[in-house]
């Protein structure tokens, strides 16, 4: 009986430890969570929206560039897939926040922004191009 209450207990730990899209969708995360829906979810969609020169000069690994403050930013957002999920990032997840509210008020169904920036991602030695 013991035993079986042990197992139980060690399974139930495992799987709380288990990233959700969805229960996190809407919503600011903590960068050590962000790294592990990076690592669980390899085919997420991350967004840089930060400025183009900072985007060329590194950016977490297969991200792409959507600024906020490109003037074309709202035709490039409605042409992309909604039912798909992204991770959205800045330098302080000031504008990341802010492009999250953006995606949310047209409809994405599974979005989130990272609070901490990307120095911050480099530093912990996160996998950057």
């Not at 229960?23 to 967004?47: D, F, H, L, R, W």
């Not at 906020?68 to 042409?79: A, G, H, R, V």
């Not at 992309?80 to 492009?99: E, H, L, R, T, W």
């Amino acid at each position: 009986m013991l035993k079986s209450f042990f197992l139980f207990f060690i399974i139930s730990i495992s799987f709380s430890n288990v990233v959700s899209l969805n229960a996190i969708s809407g919503e600011q995360i903590g960068i050590t969570m962000a790294y592990q829906v990076y690592e669980k979810y390899p085919s997420i969609n991350i967004i840089d929206a930060r400025g183009e020169s900072k985007y060329r000069i590194g950016h977490i690994k297969d991200a792409k560039h959507l600024s906020p403050y490109d003037f074309k930013f709202f035709e490039k957002l409605d042409s992309m897939d909604k039912s798909q999920p992204y991770f959205i990032y800045c330098a302080k997840g000031v504008k990341s926040k802010k492009v999250l509210d953006y995606m949310i008020e047209r409809g994405f169904e599974c979005s989130f922004s990272m609070m901490d920036g990307f120095k911050v991602w480099k530093k912990l030695g996160y996998p950057v191009e």
